[in-house]
């Protein structure tokens, strides 16, 4: 009877729709499983297709791709080395299923399909996928092997049907994206609780990198029977690691192995900034990133968060000034990319103001001049940045903040402009810090320079858009650190008016800050996509109607 077991846990990123890629690399992870002589090399949730794949698994011909590749892995498992534990999609009976496959000995030995669908947040597995029934053990070398898949160990019906089925050992794949604390969750709140409750230890493998809009850490472990973290994978990193497990009088159990550090925070906000760009940009085949670097926080930390993500080569930064712009800002944004390592253009705007001034004359005349005139430098900004982009091919990279995107502050079709926003999900009080944390630390992820990347001038003066004389947010705003309380009541936690203002915010302000939030659905609508960081990011988990007349207070 078997004693012992290796499992080689692969840490991989994927490309969402290249099959024949994503087969590619696991054979060659394969290869080198079989030289740490491991028994199984198992491979994070749909990882043969990419996760997640939307409707993409609606089309017939990414369904057969799938299957024809799968024969591919199985025919490999044909020569000597481990077998592969592969999650991909599946029809059955006309049904389509998120499941995972366990090939060995050149054919497939057992099929389990996810049993629990999410259907919250960025997932909506339900409406894609059909439940799998409640899945037994599968024997794989005289060990009973449980396979769960992601979100059937955070409910405890599967694990405890398996448990009671006779599992000896949880493999549980998952594509389980990066959100604030969510690394603690995982293993606390959820696996470590699965573990004691029946005894069985689990090794848990998630996948890194980024998609689209979603941010994977990684950050795989391994709890045994007892609650006990036997190993912990590098968040943020591709990593194979092949753990060793032996049969005890007490059933099976992890050897222990390394425990990695995870990223502290505001570090691991950082990463997922700069790992959602990273992959945003190579995966869609862009040379690189331009911005306008205006000598504001924003602008400054996306360029840090694209050299870190990039290289400093890759970055290409564009002071826009107007008639408005202070001799501060200039020479803060220079300073900035000189200490960031980036090139730097300046491309004077007022030609085009000018220009716009004089093609308005006769409509504008006799009106009073108002934020209209603010927003058309913005835009000749957002057309020129644009131009740039168009031409030299670099993606265009926009730096407004979850603050200003909350109440509108932003303007559509100008300083939205863009192909993707690091900070889309990142309230101002957060940019201010991770600033401040980038100057002290240089991310283990990053590839930009050593030291501070920002001058703490542009930290430390009052932010302001600079689209008319001695403008400051503040006119318009209220302080951030008010604004922030107040939106992380209504967006995060979906409080009333009253509910905040019981809390002590000034009534009128949070029912000001509340329109606001409502009327500006709209923008939100046609804003480029940006890293989720938190639990109620615009777009993929907060979905609000545009037309609507609610208001709490």
């Known amino acids: 009877m078997t004693e012992t ?18 087969a590619d690399a696991m054979l060659a992870a394969r290869e080198r499983a079989a030289k740490m002589e491991s028994d199984l090399v198992v491979f994070p949730e749909m990882n043969l297709i990419g996760y997640p794949p939307e409707d993409l698994v609606q089309k017939p011909a990414l369904i057969e791709r799938a299957a024809a590749e799968l024969d591919r892995l199985v025919k490999a498992t044909e020569k000597d080395g481990p077998a592969m534990l592969v999650g991909s999609v599946f029809v059955r009976d006309g049904a389509l299923h998120n499941g995972v496959a366990l090939l060995d000995g050149g054919r497939i030995t057992a099929t ?46 599967v694990c405890r049907h398996l448990a009671e089925q006779g599992a000896q050992i949880f493999v549980c794949v998952n594509g389980s994206p990066y959100e604030i604390e969510k690394d603690v969750l995982r293993i606390e ?15 848990y493998l998630n996948r890194v990198g980024g998609q689209d809009e979603l941010a994977f850490d990684g950050a795989s472990f391994v709890i045994n029977g007892d609650g006990t973290l036997a190993a912990q994978l590098p968040d943020w990193e591709e ?130 001049v108002d934020i209209t005139e603010e927003n058309i430098q913005s835009r000749i900004r957002g057309v020129t940045l644009m131009a740039l982009s168009n031409k030299f091919g670099p993606m265009l990279v926009t730096t407004g903040n979850k603050s200003e995107m909350s109440v509108g502050y932003a303007t559509i079709y100008g300083d939205m402009s863009g192909g993707y926003n690091p900070l889309k999900d990142a309230y101002k009080t957060t940019v201010f810090r991770i600033s401040e944390w980038r100057n002290k630390h240089k991310p283990k992820i990053g590839l930009g320079p050593s030291g501070p990347v920002i001058p703490q001038n542009i930290i430390d003066k009052p932010p302001s858009a600079e689209l008319r004389p001695d403008q400051k947010d503040s006119d318009s705003l209220p302080p951030y650190d008010v604004l922030d309380g107040i939106l992380l009541g209504l967006v995060e936690h979906e409080k009333s008016v009253d509910q905040l203002v019981g809390e002590g915010f000034d009534r009128d302000t949070v029912a000001r800050i509340e329109r606001l939030l409502h009327v500006a659905e709209y923008k939100r609508r046609q804003a480029p996509p940006g890293v989720k960081l938190g639990a109620r990011n615009f777009g993929r988990d907060r979905r609000y109607p545009i037309t609507h007349r609610f208001r709490s207070g």
């Open 189 to 203: 709140g959820v696996a470590k609780r699965r573990a004691i409750d029946t005894g069985v230890p689990m090794a």
């Open 5 to 22: 077991l290796a499992i080689t846990l692969v840490q991989c990123n994927q490309l969402v729709g290249d099959i024949t890629a994503n």
């Open 112 to 157: 389990r399909f996810k049993h629990e669908l999410p259907n919250y947040g960025t997932f909506d597995e339900a409406r894609l996928f059909s439940p799998g029934d409640l899945p037994d053990p599968v024997l794989f070398r005289g060990v009973m092997l449980g396979l769960p898949i992601c979100e059937d160990i955070w409910h405890p019906a």
């Open 239 to 368: 990593v194979e690691v092949t753990t060793r497990w032996i049969k005890g009088k007490n059933g099976w159990s992890c050897v222990p192995g390394a425990l990695h550090r995870l990223a502290d925070h505001p570090e691991d906000i950082y990463c997922a900034m700069v790992v959602g760009l990273r992959d945003y940009v190579d995966k869609n085949g862009f040379p690189g990133i331009v911005l306008g670097l205006s000598g504001g926080i924003d602008s400054a930390i996306c360029a840090a968060i694209a050299a870190d993500a990039l290289g400093p080569d890759r970055v290409w930064c564009v002071m826009l000034p107007s008639r408005f712009t202070s001799q501060e800002s200039l020479d803060d944004a220079a300073e900035c990319a000189k200490m960031i390592g980036c090139r730097l253009s300046t491309i004077p705007i007022q030609p085009a103001v000018a220009g716009f001034d004089e093609m308005l004359a006769d409509d504008f005349a006799d009106m009073t």
